[in-house]
């Protein structure tokens, strides 16, 4: 657990710095001349054996001229001042330069471009994971000058709208041992092992945000097409309209939430105002209420009221831009003067709340907060810088102490973020790191997330195909070879058989993926941590993927990947499993009997003996009336020892009984 705040933590300081620019287009101004976007940097990569597309901004009307090597070719700036060109296709090589210039004006040369294959990873904390971090990382980074295996990582940036570009012009990096630590370590191991064997350039871009939903990385146009999610695109794209407006009927919605589940909220009204007098309310310190010294909340979970107040110049008032309060456990929403500027739902995310232009003055302000909370702490979740950022950067920080009110008592509530809230949002980070270089050639993607969905498998089976096609469509690759790490082990190992929200997520998992002829899954069920979330033992998740990869994107002859059931038949008094790619027949390490099978009659499922043989699995005396499915690993952190010849885990699965 100190690993997953560690990185939450980490998470939480990112949206602190970009909590109110990060919902607007990229504002840089490129320079007077022909450019290319911000994903086209020394030393990338660029797809090998197809058309290259390539694309930038110059000057509306005009005609810029793009080479790459001895290749070339021209194209017409749109009236909006963006071109786009496609070069021929070119074999693997280089290096080469890639320029594009146009008539009077000083052309953009690019050095030290690759020509090879170009994979994209993405996901959240799983693929975000350094190299750094990851088992064996001395070693790994000791030996991993390559100058043909490069790499970029995207920055993290939440968008409403979809932005045409990145931000600032990418860092593609050639793997060395003084860069390869910043690598995601699932991609890097995966291409490292593919480098290795198609003895080709490799650059792999990584796309990922810590804590993510998937819904969070699909376009507004595909995921609308879910109809429990187009209110909330529909007001993802208010916030990109029309911030304020958005916000305050964010905030009309969270109050609505109150009034039908706390019947104090009425009466409570007035004490967001300015005007309201809170003397009588006690002090609090600026830490969560259950360790703050006070008897009333030592264990009080339920809804308490916070107040301050802070002193600005004319200045100050006029330039306050943000109000920073930093994590919060677990729901607020946070007033200035009176108005409402924002709400919160994660106890790790850092709350930066725009301040509508003349809700501050001169003199003495107030800001209110009312939290529900208190299973972790409640309230200040963690130390942190607190009060109004001015439009320089600089924080003007609360002076009055903090006031408190202890509200009704309510336990296990929960209230639903605004969705353009990172890590819950609804398409803001398709918008904001993977349009910006759709159309990007690409051999492969990767896809390591569901940790943050694993409670709701029912829509991950469709929000998982949905995700694979808008990537295709995205990146111009209706095949586009698709490789997804099924979620490992972690969490309270079972002594009795019972439900299992993981579970249910890598059998969603396993579902789309069977479905798709273009895709593949990794299994990871016996490399977790059932202690940490975040598992460092990467290397084997990396080669998996490489597995998967050299046959689906490579073509090369193999199994794709390691045992899977196939079908649960009756024979005699025992249940017969069977599987494929079974490489070498199956075995059960350190003992004669597979663990982690389960026969099912009805909801009530028992631990049962499994023997291997060959390519089945035999349950003797498992044929028992009633008993209609089997399962297997079926645990948020089951125990496994079913494996093949080649070392490859059997995969978890749940089948009937035929």
Not at 59 to 78: E, F, I, M, N
Request: glycine share 10%; charged share 20%.
């Amino acid at each position: 657990m100190a690993r997953r705040r560690a990185m939450q933590w980490l998470a939480g300081a990112a949206m602190l710095g970009a909590a109110v620019p990060a919902f607007g287009q990229a504002t840089a101004v490129p320079p007077t001349g022909a450019q290319f976007a911000n994903i086209f940097a020394d030393h990338a990569v660029v797809q090998r054996d197809r058309p290259i597309a390539v694309w930038g901004t110059g000057t509306p009307g005009g005609t810029v001229s793009v080479q790459l090597g001895d290749r070339w070719v021209s194209a017409k700036v749109g009236s909006d001042g963006n071109w786009r060109a496609t070069l021929p296709a070119m074999p693997a090589g280089g290096p080469y330069t890639l320029s594009v210039g146009s008539a009077g004006a000083a052309a953009q040369t690019l050095s030290d471009i690759m020509v090879g294959d170009v994979f994209l990873c993405g996901g959240q904390s799983n693929m975000e994971f350094k190299v750094s971090a990851s088992t064996n990382a001395w070693g790994t980074t000791r030996s991993s000058a390559d100058t043909g295996l490069r790499f970029v990582v995207i920055d993290d940036a939440n968008r409403p709208n979809v932005a045409r570009d990145l931000d600032k012009r990418a860092k593609w990096a050639q793997v060395s041992p003084e860069t390869v630590g910043d690598a995601s370590a699932v991609c890097y191991y995966m291409a490292r092992s593919l480098r290795q064997s198609e003895k080709v350039p490799i650059g792999f871009i990584s796309s990922e945000w810590g804590g993510t939903r998937i819904e969070s990385w699909i376009s507004a146009p595909a995921l609308s097409t879910v109809p429990d999610l187009r209110a909330g695109v529909a007001a993802v794209a208010q916030y990109g309209r029309d911030p304020a407006a958005a916000i305050l009927a964010d905030g009309e919605r969270r109050e609505a939430w109150w009034q039908a589940n706390d019947p104090a909220a009425t009466g409570q009204r007035a004490w967001r105002t300015e005007g309201f007098d809170d003397a009588a309310w006690g002090t609090i310190k600026e830490a969560a209420w259950r360790q703050a010294g006070i008897p009333a909340l030592a264990d009080f979970e339920g809804a308490v009221w916070l107040r301050t107040t802070i002193e600005l110049t004319p200045e100050q008032a006029a330039a306050a831009r943000t109000l920073r309060l930093g994590p919060i456990d677990k729901f607020d929403e946070s007033y200035v003067n009176g108005t409402y500027v924002g709400g919160g739902s994660i106890e790790w995310a850092w709350r930066g709340y725009a301040i509508p232009a003349g809700r501050l003055h001169a003199g003495r302000n107030v800001v209110a907060i009312r939290v529900l909370g208190g299973a972790n702490g409640g309230g200040f979740a963690s130390p942190a810088p607190r009060g109004v950022e001015l439009a320089d950067g600089t924080l003007v920080p609360f002076k009055g102490p903090w006031r408190y009110a202890k509200g009704t008592p309510l336990k296990d509530k929960w209230i639903a973020p605004p969705p353009w809230d990172t890590p819950n949002s609804l398409t803001t980070l398709y918008n904001g790191m993977i349009a910006p270089f759709a159309g990007y050639g690409l051999k492969l993607a990767a896809w390591y997330q569901g940790e943050s969905n694993a409670a709701e498998a029912g829509a991950y089976r469709r929000l998982l195909p949905l995700l694979m096609a808008d990537w295709r469509r995205a990146f111009d690759a209706p095949k586009l070879p698709f490789f997804v790490v099924q979620l490992t082990s972690y969490g309270k190992p079972m002594t009795t058989p019972g439900q299992s929200s993981w579970a249910e997520l890598r059998q969603a998992q396993a579902e789309a993926v069977a479905a798709d002829a273009d895709a593949g899954l990794a299994v990871t069920i016996d490399v977790g941590d059932r202690f940490d979330i975040h598992p460092t033992q990467k290397t084997l998740v990396g080669e998996r993927l490489a597995r998967l990869a050299s046959v689906i994107a490579y073509g090369k002859p193999g199994t794709r990947s390691g045992p899977e059931a196939v079908d649960v038949t009756r024979a005699g008094a025992d249940l017969v499993v069977r599987y494929r790619n079974a490489l070498g027949g199956l075995q059960s390490y350190s003992g004669a009997q597979a663990i982690g099978f389960e026969t099912c009659a009805g909801e009530t499922c028992s631990y049962a003996t499994a023997v291997p043989r060959g390519e089945t699995v035999v349950l003797p005396g498992a044929n028992r009336p009633g008993v209609t499915r089997v399962r297997y690993a079926w645990a948020d952190a089951p125990f496994v020892n079913l494996f093949d010849k080649a070392d490859l885990p059997a995969a978890p699965f749940v089948l009937p009984v035929k």
